[in-house]
């Protein structure tokens, strides 16, 4: 088992940064992939941003140049640095990682951390 705790969320100002960070524990050995996902209300949650054990990255278009996911595998902890934010930011975001069990992958999540941008 894998466990996920994010922190960082908060009401800011659109524009305005955060750092939202992700703590894994358990069983983390080769954490395949982790990423940040997110879910605002009435609509489905969706992939803000991704990053392999390789260090490769897939971001959502929405999110190019403004955030940066990145993660310090000596820590076991995921970050997202979220610059210039807006409005539509506003979700609760999840951690999320995927690890390879040799037949099958395992996906898990964190509770989730609420982010809200008023513009």
């Known amino acids: 088992q894998v466990q996920l705790v994010e922190s960082g969320g908060g009401l800011v100002q659109a524009g305005e940064s955060l750092r939202l960070s992700c703590a894994a524990s358990?069983?983390?050995?080769?954490?395949?992939?982790m990423g940040w996902y997110r879910q605002a209300p009435g609509k489905q949650r969706e992939l803000v941003a991704r990053i392999t054990s390789g260090g490769n990255t897939i971001y959502a278009d929405s999110v190019k140049g403004r955030f940066t996911i990145s993660r310090d595998n000596a820590k076991n902890t995921l970050y997202l640095q979220m610059n210039s934010l807006k409005s539509e930011d506003t979700a609760v975001y999840y951690c999320?990682?995927?690890?390879?069990?040799?037949?099958?992958?395992?996906?898990?999540w964190g509770q989730g951390t609420q982010v809200t941008v008023s513009s």
């Open positions: 999320n990682a995927e690890k390879w069990y040799g037949s099958a992958w395992q996906t898990y």
């Open positions: 358990g069983n983390i050995f080769r954490i395949d992939i």
